[in-house]
């Protein structure tokens, strides 16, 4: 940094000071310039809400940190198309399904089952849809505000009141301060304050495009709902189908089989039959040593504890090209942390990425 740079910081930093700690007042920005700052209500809500519509869309936590760490690991591997996530009424049409299919066709609750199973997953295409409705025209629309003209405003406010320091620094010290090194410190504070105002009625001018990303939300929602309406009508008209079919059906009589007569035989002995005999004893051997025990070796080698590590508490199985299986008390090597919910690591020369809340760490990654 220049010296010229170095001055302005110290002017900055001791008039902040001399505001904060001795009460000196700055210069007052006017009121429509203060109207404009709702763009700080505005960032706050765009934020909160793009957070709990995720969770509206994937409300099981351990899901949105799969799909967040699958997303992270696809940018990491140059994937295009981020891989998908399974949806809770999937795996319960799924589960219905290999059920249904076990019962048999003779079975009523078999049929009924296979019915509900194919519905549900039909509800899984259906909440795919959804996903990428909202995904694409209300979730990517806000990030992009968030990333884009909100950061952009930001910065502007931070250079803005950086140059409202150097200028009331300046000002105070009339005399001893050139007069053109005053005048550039006025001139550029207003400069920032025009380029930051503009920014701000900008974007407070356009909020229709929220708006209109917001109907775009209720859109998905309605089209997701009348879809899903439409199912369950048709599953239920089954299901009452079934049920009518099988109240119609004559019921077949259980006749339990005649037993046919066992002959025990005569009794020889006093325990049926069965000769006693005496268990031989065993007799206790001084020679018997706790080594002849089978020692139990461990599955897995255990790296030295002066790397970073963690030991599993629980079975993790795979579901995923990239994940790292193990077994609870496995001792996993730490090679990096993709989020605050994932690390990646190896076991037995594998190497995978594992859900934190599985493991606690031992020796944990250099920061």
Known sequence: MSVAGLKKQFYKASQLVSEKVGGAEGTKLDDDFKEM??????????????????????????????????????????????????????????????????????????????????????????????????????????????????????????????????????????GKIPDEELRQALEKFEESKEVAETSMHNLLETDIEQVSQLSALVDAQLDYHRQAVQILDELAEKLKRRMREASSRPKREYKPKPREPFDLGEPEQSNGGFPCTTAPKIAASSSFRSSDKPIRTPSRSMPPLDQPSCKALYDFEPENDGELGFHEGDVITLTNQIDENWYEGMLDGQSGFFPLSYVEVLVPLPQ
């Open 37 to 174: 700052e709702k763009v700080d209500v505005t960032s706050k809500a765009v934020t909160e809400v793009l957070a709990r519509t995720i969770e509206y869309l994937q409300p099981n936590p351990a899901s949105r940190a799969k799909l967040t760490m699958l997303n992270t690991v696809s940018k990491i591997r140059g994937q295009v198309k981020n891989p998908g996530y399974p949806q809770s009424e999937g795996l319960l049409g799924e589960c219905m399904i290999r059920h249904g299919k076990e019962l048999g066709g003779e079975s009523n609750f078999g049929d009924a089952l296979l019915d509900a199973g194919e519905s549900m997953k039909r509800l899984a295409e259906v909440k795919d849809s959804l996903d990428i409705e909202v995904k694409q025209n209300f979730i990517d629309p806000l990030q992009n505000l968030c990333e884009k003209d909100l950061k952009e405003i930001q910065h502007h406010l931070k250079k803005l009141e950086g140059r409202r320091l150097d200028f009331d620094y300046k000002k105070k010290r009339q």
